[in-house]
């Protein structure tokens, strides 16, 4: 069993490809929503875990059925780190993911969806609370660099595919050392 971390899929969103042409050069929304669920399922091993971190479904006039379907057809053992365009747990439970929730720590590695800046509010105070080594986030897609102390796993970043939590640990261990 492997761990993964990604972000931002945003399946379904007609607009994404307008705001991200380089990164999903598709000519449908399906056709973008066939090429991640290839990728996330060429990489994901059905008894993997991953952990999304946010933005899986853009919720704009989407049949839940069709959701809960394509959702399904993701490998992994899935935690949804609720972004902002998240809604409907059940759908995400309906398809067989773990519960929910709004950020998680691991190894002392703080997953949630939007950096922890001072400007992001409800962030920044998880970041506070936790002191964490590293945050992973997602959100800004392929905006600026990285921040000090963070890692975005944004799809847009990495040609599409899930991070795999390796690469996150040594992103942690580079970071503890630069810092002392």
């Known amino acids: 069993m492997k761990r993964w971390v990604t972000s931002d899929l945003h399946l379904f969103h007609e607009n994404i490809r307008k705001f991200y042409p380089l990164s999903r050069p598709f000519s449908s929304v ?26 899986v479904i853009c919720w704009r006039k989407i049949n839940t059925a069709i959701a809960t379907d394509l959702l399904s057809r993701l490998n992994g053992k899935i935690t949804l780190i609720r972004g902002n365009h998240d809604a409907a747990d059940f759908v995400y439970l309906d398809a067989g993911w773990e519960q929910p929730v709004d950020h998680l ?11 922890c800046i001072p400007q992001n509010i409800t962030e920044w105070d998880r970041f506070v609370e936790n002191d964490p080594d590293l945050v992973v986030h997602g959100h800004v897609h392929t905006s600026g660099q990285n921040l000090p102390g963070h890692f975005n796993v944004c799809v847009d970043r990495h040609n599409l595919f899930p991070v795999p939590w390796d ?12 810092t002392n």
């Open 167 to 178: 690469d996150i640990l040594k992103v942690r261990e580079n970071n503890v050392k630069s």
């Open 105 to 115: 720590m691991i190894d002392n590695i703080l997953l949630i969806h939007r950096p």
């Open 30 to 55: 399906e056709e973008m929503n066939d090429v991640l669920v290839a990728r996330w399922n060429t990489t994901i091993a059905p008894d993997d875990e991953v952990f999304a971190v946010g933005d």
